[in-house]
């Protein structure tokens, strides 16, 4: 298997389950909360880094440009972005969370807070249901997915290039 197809699913398969396990033990409701998707960029760019640094060194012959080496850091977050978001698009379809009980009962809390009025709080109610559609989810998930890898795969192009 080619090391950006193999890295890629490594990187998806984690993001996606690191996913479930935020939801269903209710870690996004703690302090760790705000960090805890983070995680998800790191291992993706770790996994650019290996994808490409194995491409060039198993596939390559030790030797890799700079268009080859996007390429490459491009294909590992790609496919990594796709079956996120497959898996995101599973999770909003089918599994029940109180996720979104949690989000309307923060919208109404910070609302209150900030003395908006009812209409306001409604309107924003009804974006963040528009919001959290499987097929929105997952879209956003390829593109939170595919900005930092593009970053990522242009950074290590130059860190890992040997003409």
């Known amino acids: 298997m080619k090391p950006t197809i193999k890295y890629g699913l490594i990187s998806g398969v984690f993001a996606g389950s690191w996913m479930f396990i935020q939801f269903m033990t209710g870690v996004y409701k703690t302090s760790f909360g705000s960090i805890a998707g983070s995680l998800f960029y790191i ?14 060194d198993k596939l390559l012959n030790g030797l890799i ?64 249901q528009e919001n959290l559609k499987p097929f929105r989810q997952a879209t956003l998930t390829i593109f939170n997915s595919m900005i930092p890898g593009i970053f990522g795969s242009i950074l290590f192009a130059f860190i890992l290039k040997k003409p």
Do not use: M
């Open 43 to 56: 291992l993706l760019l770790f996994c650019i880094f290996i994808g490409v640094r194995e491409t060039r």
């Open 65 to 128: 440009d700079i268009k080859t080496a996007v390429g490459n850091g491009l294909q590992v977050a790609a496919v990594s972005a796709v079956v996120h978001a497959l898996i995101t698009y599973i999770y909003w379809v089918w599994v029940p969370s109180d996720f979104y009980v949690y989000l309307v009962d923060t919208v109404k809390q910070v609302g209150a807070e900030l003395k908006k009025s009812p209409e306001e709080i409604a309107e924003q109610l009804e974006q963040l």
